[in-house]
RNA sequence: GUGGCCAUUGUAUAAUGGUUAUUACUUCGGUUUGUGGUACCGACAAUACGGGUUCAAUUCCCGUUGGCCACCCCA
């Protein structure tokens, strides 16, 4: 990880230093205006010449590079595996779509919206963002793409990049790695305790237990009816909120409720509860869900102040928290209901429920843990199974090895190797940095005998193989 | 958007208002030709950018950019 600011260094060449230097130098001790001017923007050009022109990433952006690699493609891959045995079908969407679907959906007046959107015209003057969250694109998808005529509900699942102009801070960036799912058809109780069953049971895969913060915000007239009631009572209480809660009285009542201020949450202590405004059948429903989760083992916490910050949610709304006080204040996923969203966005009165994963926040609690874990002297797992090298030596066999790679592969055979280097003493020496534990080593001699050698790098111990039975003993070390 | 801390090679670091900016690791090459781990030799590589103060700035000051962290908000 970057724990150092990026370089933008602008590299000067040695020569160009010493003509500073010497430009520079003291010998002219004239003291008049116009020289040193003069001094200095020759200084200036020269060095300007020289500077070589770098590149970085933009603020809020970064690079996987190989060494958090494995890692991604570790929570992808169980991601993968969760996600499709609980019978989604993976989809994708444009990065960049109208602005007006998120607008529109997400709603004017939330921070999202106003503040983050990466916002800009595109050739024609129409208004394009780039995408902030996957739910609104997901229901355009299935409106768009006729998804009502499929076997209902629809459930989906993606990954991607969302972007967010935020500034940047500990587990949040400009663009932000996501996944989750959407089930879109299906109005029963049970759809929302099985997306957070998967939301759940992913992270657990993944070794990260989490808590589920969950609450219901009713259907929107529930929450209206609410929202007068709550804003009623903020009025009278308005002289011991937060600044900041003062505005939000009448711009976003509902967010005094999570407010972090100490005046706020001794006012809120008294305030309206959201789950005595819900009608009857908001209640049920929601009682219905958490009896779903209570039979399958999944741990919650009721949390009246949960109400989350996009306008398109209805009834259940939920958050996953790190079981784990070093990270607890993160949400490592959201999510919740939005019944009203399919129609507002212009398709039938569809329900759907979904929750989606921030991956970059679940990468960083893995790495932590694992570096934490080589502090300690353990050896990452992957280092502990057996990895096999290739080498070889002279022209015949070095053209001889791609085929014998391509063999290999087909008989699902990773082998470490490096065609380029000629001398076997520099692939040796490879073979050992990877940490290979055997060494095939194919020479001229092998070439012609129809034979490969086999290191292996512990014991020094070399026997020499028939090429035709070279994958059968390959797999039996890599078995091992 | 607001605030706090910070910025020297790929990484981790040292030093200084004034000769060639330290050291280690990494990378690359070598210590004779078909054998790695150790040892030795060598090479590459940095004062984020812009401005100011000064005879002289990597060092002091200001701005910008970026990083870390908190708020806001969210995943």
């Not at 082998?415 to 055997?438: C, F, P, R």
Request: aromatic letters at 8%; hydrophobic letters at 35%.
């Amino acid at each position: 990880m970057p724990s150092k600011s990026t370089k933008t260094t602008a590299k000067k060449t040695k020569t160009t230093k010493t003509t500073n230097k010497s430009k520079v130098s003291p010998k002219t001790t004239i003291k008049s205006a116009s020289t040193s001017t003069v001094k200095k923007e020759v200084k200036k050009s020269v060095e300007k010449k020289d500077k070589k022109i770098t590149y970085n990433t933009l603020r809020g952006m970064r690079d996987i590079t190989p060494k958090n690699g494995v890692i991604w493609q570790n929570v992808y891959s169980v991601i993968r595996n969760v996600s499709n045995s609980y019978g989604f079908s993976y989809v994708e969407t444009p990065i960049l779509e109208q602005a007006n679907l998120f607008i529109r959906s997400i709603g004017k007046g939330t921070d999202v919206v106003d503040k983050e959107m990466y916002l800009f015209e595109d050739k024609d003057g129409s208004k394009v963002c780039l995408r902030p969250e996957m739910t609104a694109s997901m229901a355009r998808s299935y409106i768009e793409n006729g998804m009502q005529a499929l076997p209902q509900p629809v459930k989906v699942w993606y990954h991607g990049q969302m972007f967010r102009h935020d500034r940047p801070q500990a587990g949040r960036f400009r663009q932000f790695y996501q996944s989750g799912c959407e089930t879109i058809g299906d109005s029963g109780p049970v759809v929302d305790a099985e997306l957070i069953s998967v939301a759940y049971n992913t992270l657990r895969d993944l070794g990260i237990d989490t808590v589920v913060n969950i609450n219901s915000i009713g259907t929107l007239e529930d929450r209206q009816n609410y929202i007068v009631e709550l804003v009623g009572y903020l009025r009278s209480k308005r002289s011991y909120l937060s600044e900041e809660s003062k505005k939000r009285i009448n711009k976003n009542p509902l967010r005094i409720l999570d407010s972090k201020e100490k005046e706020d949450i001794e006012v809120m202590e008294e305030a309206p509860q959201i789950l005595d405004w819900l009608s009857p059948e908001s209640k049920k429903f929601f009682t219905d869900v958490l009896e779903y989760l209570d039979e399958a083992e999944i741990p919650y916490v009721l949390n009246s102040k949960l109400v989350r910050g996009l306008d398109y949610y209805s009834n259940t709304v939920f958050e996953l928290y790190a079981d784990d006080e070093e990270f607890s204040n993160l949400a490592l996923g959201g999510g919740g209901r939005y019944d009203g969203l399919i129609e507002q966005l212009g398709g039938q009165p569809t329900p759907a429920a979904g929750f989606s994963l921030g991956l970059d926040r679940v990468v960083m609690i893995l790495r932590k843990r694992q570096e934490k874990l080589e502090r300690e002297g353990q050896k990452p797992v992957e280092e502990k199974k057996n990895k096999v090298f290739f080498a070889q030596l002279g022209i015949q066999a070095n053209k001889k090895s791609l085929y014998i790679l391509e063999f290999l592969r087909r008989e699902g055979i990773t082998v470490y190797h490096n065609l380029a280097k000629s001398s076997l003493k520099a692939q040796m020496e490879m073979a050992n940095k990877i940490g290979a534990t055997h060494t095939l080593i194919l020479g001229q001699k092998e070439v012609q005998d129809g034979s490969i050698l086999v290191r292996n790098m512990d014991s020094g111990i070399q026997e020499v193989v028939d090429q035709k039975k070279i994958a059968n003993f390959v797999k039996k070390i890599l078995q091992a």
